[in-house]
Nanobody, 118 residues
Framework: QVQFVESGGGLVQPGGSLKLSCAASGSSFRFYVMGWYRQAPGKQRELVATITSGGASTNYAVSVKGRFTISRDNTKNTVYLQMNSLKPEDTAVYYC???????????WGQGTQVTVPS
C-alpha cells in the first residue's frame, strides 16, 4: 500500500498562486505516472494533471492548462502542482495518486484544501 501526504493548500485571492506538494511512501514512486486530482463540494473528483515517471511528459485538464504546472522530484518521492492565476472555480480539495487505468491506483490521502473566494 502506497500512502500520500498532500500539503500546501490555503486561502488565496483570485489571481494568486499556490504550490502544492505530495509526498509518497515506498520505493517505487519513480516508476509511477502521477496525477493531481481535485474534488469540489458536491462534485465528483476530477483529474487535473498527470506527469510521466521521468517527468518528460505532462498533461492537463482544459480548465487549468496554461495556469497549472505539474512537476516531480523522484529523489524526494514528491510531486508538485504550481497553481497560478487562481480562480474561484479552482476551489476544491486537491489530492495526488498514482494515475493508472484512468483513475487513482491507491487509497486517497487526506488531501489539501484550496479556497479561492469569489
Amino acid at each position: 500500500q502506497v500512502q500520500f501526504v498532500e500539503s500546501g493548500g490555503g486561502l488565496v485571492q483570485p489571481g494568486g498562486s499556490l504550490k502544492l506538494s505530495c509526498a509518497a511512501s515506498g520505493s517505487s514512486f519513480r516508476f509511477y505516472v502521477m496525477g493531481w486530482y481535485r474534488q469540489a463540494p458536491g462534485k465528483q473528483r476530477e483529474l487535473v494533471a498527470t506527469i510521466t515517471s521521468g517527468g518528460a511528459s505532462t498533461n492537463y485538464a482544459v480548465s487549468v492548462k496554461g495556469r497549472f504546472t505539474i512537476s516531480r522530484d523522484n529523489t524526494k518521492n514528491t510531486v508538485y502542482l504550481q497553481m497560478n492565476s487562481l480562480k474561484p472555480e479552482d476551489t476544491a480539495v486537491y489530492y495526488c495518486n498514482q494515475h493508472a487505468l484512468g483513475r487513482g491506483a491507491w487509497s486517497w490521502g487526506q488531501g489539501t484544501q484550496v479556497t479561492v473566494p469569489s
